[in-house]
């Protein structure tokens, strides 16, 4: 396989608190017909961001009398997330009528972030406490992510891992001012690699009716590598851009930049792997003719042809992503692994080390990669790994040190 795989979006604004809601086992396939069956699918549907299709799957699941109260939970969670303050309170306020009494969720569940900064919400979350017996949390989430926003600048950090975390915690939280800082601030950390804060930022001038803006930073998350397509098709964040006859424009983009249109719905062994990736070399080697200037474009042209075990070809391709600055310690890395496969052993130990030093870590390819193979004997590549497996010892054995009382 190659190297590393197209580069996907971390994680977007994630589901908690999912275990009492459903079994997120599901299929578009069959037509659901118990109550059951309508729910799992109407779980799968708000997984994928098809709140409306979701909202009226709960629906038929309570009209069948299967988990009503939950079932008009999660529809309440589809609408807060469609940004729909008014009938999610009112699907909120029918799920606790109804019976619904998981006061954890209501203060924790991240799909109802949207709600939380609107009076209207802390009035009644107040109440469904106090008619739910339940104490809450010292600090809600709203508090708490602002608490690590201004520490975060306080101390002007340079993690971007934690300024982009934090950038999406006050995206769905709705506060647009600090979001947008804090993923801003990601950006000019991680470069354009920052693929997701990119596309995070695209919500954010999508949700402030900026839709230029909004079109201008998908378009850069697109050619940064973004390839999550049911993101872009389905985020009610984008509603607002999906209008512009741009927006089309920069979905197709995604589509024809995505890798997985060559290997989705082919099931390994059906076809070879001629049949599968000659197509991806013929189409971006169009692209690349056609924009030359387009780094992930270059990029899937070398993994096109590492996958058909042409490594010269491939790292002319990988070559020219790296002078396009596209997602340098990958492509670095993808570079070290075509010189090991041809045995260029010094030249693949030097490109491991340009990847490492660009911030790409090796941490989950050592010892694993079957494209370093030719590497192992060598004792290089064995300090490589002491260093990596003592790491992680002592990653290990700090997440389990017991901690001091103050």
Not at 13 to 34: A, C, H, V, Y
Not at 81 to 103: I, P
Not at 162 to 189: C, H, N, Y
Not at 255 to 275: A, C, P
């Amino acid at each position: 396989p190659p190297p590393r795989p197209e580069p996907s979006p971390s994680p977007q604004p994630q589901r908690s608190r999912r275990s009492e809601r459903g079994n997120p086992e599901w299929s578009e396939e069959p037509t659901p017909e118990t109550g059951k069956e309508w729910f799992q699918h109407a779980f799968g549907l708000h997984q994928s961001d098809r709140f409306p299709e979701a909202i009226e799957a709960f629906q038929q699941a309570a009209s069948m009398q299967y988990r009503v109260s939950t079932a008009y939970y999660n529809i309440a969670c589809g609408y807060s997330m469609m940004n729909d303050r008014d009938t999610a309170l009112a699907w909120l306020e029918r799920a606790v009528e109804a019976g619904f009494d998981s006061a954890e969720h209501l203060w924790e569940d991240s799909d109802l972030d949207p709600l939380r900064a609107d009076p209207r919400f802390q009035s009644w979350l107040a109440k469904a406490s106090l008619r739910l017996d339940y104490e809450p949390p010292a600090e809600d989430r709203l508090a708490g992510a602002l608490e690590v926003y201004r520490a975060l600048a306080t101390e002007s950090s340079r993690e971007s891992g934690a300024w982009s975390k934090i950038g999406l915690a006050l995206l769905r939280l709705r506060q647009f001012e600090p979001a947008t800082d804090a993923l801003m601030r990601t950006v000019e950390l991680r470069g354009d690699s920052a693929d997701t804060e990119m596309y995070n930022l695209a919500c954010v001038h999508s949700l402030l009716g900026d839709v230029q803006g909004g079109l201008e930073w998908l378009n850069r998350a697109v050619d940064s590598g973004l390839s999550h397509l049911e993101k872009l098709r389905y985020d009610p964040d984008l509603d607002n851009l999906r209008s512009s006859g741009v927006f089309s424009d920069v979905l197709q983009k995604a589509e024809t930049l995505s890798l997985e249109q060559f290997r989705s719905w082919k099931k390994e062994g059906e076809v070879s792997t001629e049949e599968m990736w000659r197509p991806a070399v013929d189409s971006y080697s169009d692209y690349v003719r056609r924009d030359p200037s387009s780094g992930r474009a270059w990029s899937n042209l070398g993994y096109a042809h590492h996958y058909l075990g042409e490594y010269l070809n491939a790292r002319r391709a990988f070559g020219q992503a790296l002078r396009l600055g596209y997602h340098r310690g990958a492509t670095l890395y993808n570079l070290a692994c075509g010189h090991a496969l041809l045995g260029e052993i010094d030249a693949a130990f030097a490109r491991l080390a340009e990847a490492e030093s660009a911030g790409f870590s090796l941490a989950g390819y050592i010892g694993k990669d079957q494209d370093l193979a030719n590497l192992r004997t060598d004792p290089r590549y064995n300090a490589y790994r002491e260093r990596y497996h003592k790491e992680h010892l002592e990653k290990e054995e700090k997440k389990h040190r017991p901690k001091q009382r103050p």
